[in-house]
């Protein structure tokens, strides 16, 4: 009896064993499968089956028909097409074009951050405006009155906001962003690098500040921070303007007023609104690698790319959503600029020289508009 009742106990424990491994059984080959997914698709970025089978776009790989499958969507994705399979993709040769724009840009702000010596060790990297998005694996570094409002609301919608809550929210942007999406470090950005598109959106400098100051100042809501600024600038150097006939009338500040005040700021060293800081402060863009760099007088297309390239079209679209207010032409850029001094312009000139000289930007045509006086020099 004894043997008997020994025999059966071990029999019971060998069943018991394999019910719990046929049990356990699915969920392992699952995990199983989840990792090789994710390793075979993002730790490289590059190889999904062997690298002779694919052609290679900035140094990811993708099969000569266009198609290519993603772990965060159930259905097979297209790049591209001959033609386009979903409205606002770009077809197969303008994809290629944007392309190596692309391959020039990178190469153009590595060649001037080393010409520059902003890649030195001496500078220091600057993480705080970085918004990283692991589930579709984007980094962007947000760059104010750069279409910023378009790519806030998306990176939004990536993080699994709705779109009818967005466009009914009277919350900030920003700080529903802010909810989600962490202040990184500098570490977080290089590690989230090696398996992510990272992109950033360049304007021209001068034009950024026009904007910037039509929306901030002359289209400040009433009793908000920015109209207090207004009243403040009013307040110091509407006064130097005493023998300029008629003197300004306006509410706000007048453009050579705002000017004025933003290079005393700098002047003073003390730190600039958000809304018109050079992009090279916010960015650092020596000290991080950018995958796509898209500029504002390319941005339908720079951004379709993008979206293509990091397979978000079934997640955002190529919307401009400008919550700027009043006009912003070419024409009224002018207007504004032909109120400045050229010692105005040569202090605008070296606030920005970095977003100038590191994104290929040139201010010559801006000296044939502003008006003389005793000095000026610039380069």
Same mark, same amino acid.
């Given at each position: 009896?004894?043997?008997?009742?020994?025999?059966?106990?071990?029999?019971?424990?060998?069943?018991?064993?394999?019910?719990?491994?046929?049990?356990?059984?699915?969920?392992?080959?699952?995990?199983?499968?989840?990792?090789?997914?994710?390793?075979?698709?993002?730790?490289?970025?590059?190889?999904?089956?062997?690298?002779?089978?694919?052609?290679?776009?900035?140094?990811?790989?993708?099969?000569?028909?266009?198609?290519?499958?993603?772990?965060?969507?159930?259905?097979?994705?297209?790049?591209?097409? /001959?033609? #386009?399979?979903?409205?606002?993709?770009? !077809?197969?040769?303008?994809?290629? &074009?944007?392309?190596? +724009?692309?391959? *020039? =840009?990178?190469?153009?702000?590595?060649?001037?951050?080393?010409?520059?010596?902003?890649?030195?060790?001496?500078?220091?990297?600057?993480?705080?405006?970085?918004?990283?998005?692991?589930?579709?694996?984007?980094?962007?570094?947000?760059?104010?009155?750069?279409?910023?409002?378009?790519?806030?609301?998306?990176?939004?919608?990536?993080? /699994?906001? #709705?779109?009818?809550?967005?466009?009914? !929210?009277?919350?900030?942007?920003? &700080?529903?962003?802010? +909810?989600?999406? *962490? =202040?990184?470090?500098?570490?977080?950005?290089?590690?989230?690098?090696?398996?992510?598109?990272?992109?950033?959106?360049?304007?021209?400098?001068?034009?950024?500040?026009?904007?910037?100051?039509?929306?901030?100042?002359?289209?400040?809501?009433?009793?908000?921070?920015?109209?207090?600024?207004?009243?403040?600038?009013?307040?110091?150097?509407?006064?130097?303007?005493?023998?300029?006939?008629?003197?300004?009338?306006?509410?706000?500040?007048?453009?050579?007023?705002?000017? *004025?005040?933003?290079?005393?700021?700098?002047?003073?060293?003390?730190?600039?609104?958000?809304?018109?800081?050079?992009?090279?402060?916010?960015?650092?863009?020596?000290?991080?690698?950018?995958?796509?760099?898209?500029?504002?007088?390319?941005?339908?297309?720079?951004?379709?790319?993008?979206?293509?390239?990091?397979?978000?079209?079934?997640?955002?679209?190529?919307?401009?959503?400008?919550?700027?207010?009043?006009?912003?032409?070419?024409?009224?850029?002018?207007?504004?600029?032909?109120?400045?001094?050229?010692?105005?312009?040569?202090?605008?000139?070296?606030?920005?020289?970095?977003?100038?000289?590191?994104?290929?930007?040139?201010?010559?045509?801006?000296?044939?508009?502003?008006?003389?006086?005793?000095?000026?020099?610039?380069?």
């Amino acid at each position: 009896m004894g043997r008997r009742n020994l025999s059966m106990m071990r029999l019971g424990r060998c069943v018991a064993f394999l019910a719990a491994a046929a049990f356990l059984l699915p969920f392992t080959i699952l995990l199983m499968v989840a990792d090789q997914q994710y390793h075979l698709t993002y730790n490289s970025k590059r190889v999904f089956y062997q690298e002779s089978d694919f052609y290679k776009i900035n140094g990811t790989y993708y099969a000569p028909t266009f198609v290519i499958t993603t772990p965060t969507l159930s259905r097979t994705q297209y790049l591209y097409e /001959n033609g #386009t399979h979903d409205e606002g993709l770009l !077809t197969r040769d303008k994809f290629m &074009e944007v392309n190596s +724009r692309m391959d *020039a =840009r990178r190469e153009f702000l590595r060649s001037e951050c080393s010409r520059l010596r902003l890649d030195s060790s001496s500078h220091k990297a600057y993480a705080w405006e970085y918004l990283i998005n692991r589930q579709y694996h984007v980094i962007w570094c947000n760059i104010f009155k750069a279409a910023s409002t378009s790519w806030m609301y998306n990176f939004n919608l990536m993080a /699994n906001y #709705t779109a009818a809550f967005l466009d009914k !929210t009277k919350e900030v942007p920003l &700080e529903l962003a802010r +909810r989600k999406y *962490a =202040r990184p470090t500098v570490e977080m950005i290089k590690k989230a690098q090696q398996d992510s598109i990272s992109f950033l959106i360049v304007r021209h400098p001068l034009e950024r500040l026009a904007s910037a100051y039509n929306d901030k100042i002359v289209h400040a809501w009433p009793k908000s921070f920015h109209d207090k600024m207004g009243q403040r600038i009013i307040k110091k150097y509407r006064k130097l303007l005493a023998n300029v006939q008629p003197v300004p009338t306006e509410r706000y500040p007048v453009f050579e007023e705002f000017v *004025a005040y933003v290079l005393d700021e700098r002047k003073a060293k003390r730190a600039l609104d958000m809304h018109w800081t050079p992009y090279t402060d916010f960015c650092t863009p020596c000290k991080f690698n950018f995958d796509v760099i898209i500029k504002f007088e390319t941005l339908d297309e720079d951004q379709r790319f993008l979206i293509q390239l990091a397979r978000l079209q079934d997640v955002v679209k190529p919307e401009w959503r400008n919550s700027g207010k009043g006009a912003n032409t070419l024409h009224n850029i002018s207007h504004l600029y032909s109120r400045l001094k050229k010692s105005q312009l040569d202090g605008l000139y070296k606030l920005y020289r970095y977003d100038f000289q590191l994104f290929n930007y040139t201010i010559d045509s801006y000296y044939e508009i502003v008006q003389e006086d005793e000095t000026s020099n610039h380069g």
